[in-house]
């Protein structure tokens, strides 16, 4: 049965488009906190092994809003880590050290790129695609990118 909630089929592909470019830079983004959880090392380790424990822990649960809001439109979620690599704007770099900081400067730089990515298509989703509530939920998903951002700058400064 079709889709049928006020939006044209084009758009809804559009948005669907989209959302899937951002549920890859999620995975990945997910993918490098793990590491990072997984492979901390140094005088900070524990708190830095918790800390990066609770941002992919929300991150997990991104994903998987992400990937019901497309399947909602009417569209089907990749789930493979080859889509998710041809798919992502961010990149895998293999780090110099294992020590929190270098971690935290890299996840950083992902979390920024999300937020300015999120930001250039807020607008696209409500007045080029007539999807408010896409519009919406992208507003809320850059807003938890920022306050995420904003912990890991915290320990960098």
């Known amino acids: 049965m079709k889709n049928s909630i006020g939006i044209k089929n084009e758009n809804l592909a559009k948005v669907a488009e989209l959302l899937i470019k951002t549920l890859a830079d999620e995975f990945v983004l997910y993918t490098k906190t793990r590491k990072a959880h997984w492979n901390v090392e140094g005088p900070d380790f ?7 424990e609770a941002q992919y822990q929300q991150l997990d649960e991104i994903i998987d809003n992400l990937a019901e809001r497309i399947r909602t439109l009417d569209h089907y979620a990749p789930a493979t880590l080859k889509e998710y690599l041809e798919l992502t704007h961010l990149s895998e770099s293999p780090l110099q050290s294992n020590d929190s900081l270098t971690y935290m400067k890299e996840l950083l730089s992902d979390h ?21 509530g896409t519009s919406d939920y992208i507003t809320g998903l850059m807003e938890t990118h920022e306050k995420m951002a ?6 960098l400064k």
Request: hydrophobic residues 40%.
């Open 112 to 132: 920024d790129s999300i937020i300015i990515h999120l930001r250039e298509n807020i607008e696209n989703f409500e007045d080029e695609f007539k999807d408010a």
């Open 150 to 155: 904003w912990m890991l700058r915290s320990h």
């Open 46 to 52: 524990y708190n830095k092994h918790l800390f990066f």
